[in-house]
């Protein structure tokens, strides 16, 4: 037969127990700055954003005649082929003569003529048959029958298209056979001795914010990785009627393996106007939908993060304009945004300044 413990032996017993298994247990640690996140901030920069320009042009000798002969006709001989060196002088394009001097010969015969009408009727002046008049009527033709003659000869001189200087020929227009009109191009020259440009076609809400001597950054497939300085030599100041566009020619400086007209270019435009703006590195961001954004700012106690939403504007360079949201000197956080959450412990890992040079906290 079991004994029974007396009441109140029984519950000291149960007392004990319980706290011998309390006493088993681990007691609950409080949390310590080595479980909170590390993060690396910087305060709001205020900086100019270059709100660059960008576009793709065609290279091209600056200096770029478009010949022609000074008479119409039918093309007799072409020597020029697309991207060949010709020199100054060198014989490009004649027409062929027979029109050409049959015009020459009828003013030459014309010039004659009335040369020797004039010394009839001045001899016969003299003699008291033919009056002043008269002698003044022939005057005059045989002035205009040898003005007519210079003319054509002049004319004739300029069925001939020679080259105005050393260059490379950029177009042909026409093919030997061909009937051209007076003043039609027949053969575009291009010379490297006014440098060379890169023509390119700007909207007018781009082509406003252009001004000449810009600079300008300039690559080439043909130079892979390679940036050509550049700057804003000329600007149209009318649109294109076909396209609605306006030519903006950027002046380029040559490469030591030399420049072939025709290569394709990428330009990009540093406007010289702008002002100074609030800025965030693009890192900062989180969920940006169009001109809207989430960042997170280290808050006044300096352990947590605050999750704001500001306004963005343009981006350049991985900086971002603020427009509004964001108080002038906050504390921003750059790095390991995306993992955090609106008032969550942090760990300040690192500080850089507004241009970017961090220092060790």
């Not at 020029?80 to 050409?100: F, R, S, Y």
């Given at each position: 037969m079991k004994r029974r413990l007396p009441p109140s032996l029984a519950t000291a017993s149960l007392l004990l127990a319980l706290l011998l298994a309390a006493c088993g247990k681990p007691a609950p640690t409080a949390p310590t700055s080595a479980a909170a996140r590390p993060v690396h901030v910087a305060p709001v920069g205020i900086d100019t954003l270059a709100d660059s320009v960008?576009?793709?042009?065609?290279?091209?000798?600056?200096?770029?005649?478009?010949?022609?002969?000074?008479?119409?006709?039918?093309?007799?001989?072409?020597?020029?082929?697309?991207?060949?060196?010709?020199?100054?002088?060198?014989?490009?394009?004649?027409?062929?003569?027979?029109?050409?001097?049959?015009?020459?010969?009828?003013?030459?015969?014309?010039?004659?003529?009335?040369?020797?009408?004039?010394?009839?009727?001045?001899?016969?002046?003299?003699?008291?048959?033919?009056?002043?008049?008269?002698?003044?009527?022939?005057?005059?033709?045989?002035?205009v029958s040898a003005a007519a003659l210079q003319a054509a000869e002049f004319n004739a001189r300029y069925t001939r298209i020679l080259a105005p200087g050393d260059g490379v020929v950029l177009r042909k227009l026409a093919e030997v056979g061909e009937m051209v009109q007076s003043g039609q191009?027949?053969?575009?020259?291009?010379?490297?001795?006014?440098?060379?440009?890169?023509?390119?076609?700007?909207?007018?809400?781009?082509?406003?914010?252009?001004?000449?001597?810009?600079?300008?950054?300039?690559?080439?497939?043909?130079?892979?990785?390679?940036?050509?300085?550049?700057?804003?030599?000329?600007?149209?100041?009318?649109?294109?009627?076909?396209?609605?566009?306006?030519?903006?020619?950027?002046?380029?400086?040559?490469?030591?393996?030399?420049?072939?007209?025709?290569?394709?270019?990428?330009?990009?435009?540093?406007?010289?106007?702008?002002?100074?703006?609030?800025?965030?590195?693009?890192?900062?961001?989180?969920?940006?939908?169009?001109?809207?954004?989430?960042?997170f700012v280290l808050a006044a106690d300096g352990r947590t993060v605050r999750r704001l939403s500001i306004r963005i504007g343009r981006m350049s360079d991985g900086a971002v304009e603020v427009l509004g949201g964001l108080a002038p000197g906050a504390l921003l956080v750059i790095d390991g945004s995306a993992f955090l959450e609106d008032g969550q412990v942090v760990r300040v890992a690192t500080r850089a300044t507004a241009t970017g040079a961090r220092t060790r906290t």
């Open positions: 960008h576009a793709v042009g065609v290279l091209t000798p600056k200096s770029e005649v478009r010949l022609s002969f000074k008479v119409g006709g039918v093309i007799d001989v072409l020597r020029a082929e697309e991207g060949a060196h010709v020199h100054t002088g060198q014989l490009l394009a004649v027409l062929k003569q027979a029109e050409i001097g049959a015009a020459v010969e009828q003013a030459r015969q014309g010039a004659i003529k009335a040369a020797r009408d004039m010394a009839r009727v001045k001899s016969l002046q003299a003699d008291g048959v033919a009056t002043m008049e008269q002698l003044e009527d022939a005057t005059t033709a045989a002035a191009p027949i053969v575009v020259v291009g010379g490297a001795q006014r440098g060379w440009i890169v023509r390119i076609a700007l909207a007018d809400r781009d082509v406003v914010r252009v001004h000449h001597g810009d600079p300008a950054r300039v690559s080439f497939d043909a130079w892979p990785g390679r940036l050509f300085a550049g700057k804003v030599a000329n600007i149209s100041s009318s649109a294109d009627p076909a396209t609605g566009t306006f030519v903006v020619e950027v002046a380029v400086t040559p490469s030591e393996a030399g420049f072939v007209q025709g290569l394709i270019a990428k330009v990009t435009l540093n406007p010289s106007t702008g002002a100074a703006t609030a800025v965030v590195p693009v890192q900062a961001l989180v969920e940006a939908s169009d001109n809207e954004a989430s960042v």
